[in-house]
């Protein structure tokens, strides 16, 4: 299966962000999952599975738990098939960027300026 076709499903998207976070058990997704989507326990754990076939994340026990985590490496090949697509958003993103930053500089310049008001009325 293509990295896509495994990040193509929100559920599975949503593991992912989960995990993003670090580790977590299988409980802990299952209650997040069922809560936002409404779907069964064995569903989600078909999604588990399929993300740790595909290599998305691996699983070791604990106990009685199974812990999942993110293995980047399919993530990084994703990521790199996107690599000729950039072009098309590098450029608005970086301008974003920029806009964000002269933004941030404006506040920061206006909370230092001394409020003009304040001054006249303390010399009256």
Request: charged share 30%; proline share 6%.
């Amino acid at each position: 299966m293509h990295a896509l076709d495994i990040l193509g499903d929100p559920v599975r998207r949503r593991i992912l962000e989960l995990l993003s976070q670090g580790e977590l058990s299988a409980g802990a997704i299952g209650e997040v999952i069922q809560t936002e989507f409404g779907i069964s326990q064995p569903a989600i754990s078909q999604h588990l599975r399929v993300l740790r076939e595909s290599g998305f994340a691996s699983v070791r026990p604990e106990g009685t738990r199974r812990l999942y985590a993110i293995d980047p490496a399919p993530l990084e090949a994703a990521d790199a098939w996107f690599d000729p697509f950039r072009r098309f958003w590098q450029p608005k993103l970086d301008a974003l960027g920029t806009e964000l930053a002269r933004g941030r500089r404006a506040r920061r310049i206006q909370a230092e300026e001394p409020d003009d008001e304040s001054t006249d009325e303390e010399e009256k």
